[in-house]
T-cell receptor
């Protein structure tokens, strides 16, 4: 079945460091790909998405490119802030309908001043 | 003006009890979902309703029974609670699955602790 694999955390960075969180997927057909963010004590919020190969999703300085050849959707940010500390989830929505999201295990990011 | 709301926020109960979690959305969406997030933050879909009809039913014990009285509400009833049911339960909603923009909006979660 469809699945998402994320790098294990926690990821600990200093403010203004470069961030990469790796995400790879397994799916039949052409899934849509998402990054969600969960701030402490809150629900998930959509951060960015890409619906077809070579699409780049971007939001709040975060970017991810849908790479069909490597089945990847890595999250990047050039300069992280303390306020970016959260848990980041990579997810896919398969082509089978019903809007079913399959999530990776989540990666906790801690940014220190 | 909360988009997706859940009650209660925290629920502590004894093993064997029956409890319900309520979810309401004011976004006018047709589809609602329940997700379970375990202690390791792993998040998995449990159910989805579209226009009050069950469309996703993952491998969930039948002690869990979702109920959708109308499109704006999806409640989760759990019978005979077990220790392993301790988790954070998230409700979400979206436009119908075939819609052009069917982003899922999540509620703040209900932390269930079974003692």
């Amino acid at each position: 079945g469809d699945s998402v694999t994320q790098m294990e955390g926690p990821v600990t960075l200093s403010e203004e460091a470069f961030l990469t969180i790796n995400c790879t997927y397994t799916a039949t057909g052409y899934p849509s790909l998402f990054w969600y963010v969960q701030y402490p004590g809150e629900g998930l919020q959509l951060l960015l998405k890409a619906t077809k190969a070579d699409d780049k999703g971007s939001n709040k300085g975060f970017e991810a490119t849908y790479r069909k050849e490597t089945t990847s959707f890595h999250l990047e940010k050039g300069s992280v802030q303390v306020s970016d500390s959260a848990v980041y989830f990579c997810a896919l929505r398969g082509a089978g309908g019903y809007n079913k999201l399959i999530f990776g295990a989540g990666t906790r990011l801690a940014v220190h001043p | 003006d909360t988009a997706v709301s859940q009650t209660p926020k925290y629920l502590v109960t004894q093993m064997g009890n029956d409890k319900s979690i309520k979810c309401e959305q004011n976004l006018g969406h047709d589809t609602m979902y329940w997700y379970k997030q375990d202690s390791k933050k792993f998040l998995k879909i449990m159910f989805s309703y579209n226009n009050k009809e069950l469309i996703i039913n993952e491998t969930v014990p039948n002690r869990f029974s979702p109920k959708s009285p109308d499109k704006a509400h999806l409640n989760l009833h759990i019978n005979s609670l077990e220790l392993g049911d301790s988790a954070v339960y998230f409700c979400a909603s979206s436009q119908e699955p075939g819609a052009g923009n069917n982003e899922q909006f999540f509620g703040p979660g209900t932390r269930l602790t079974v003692l």
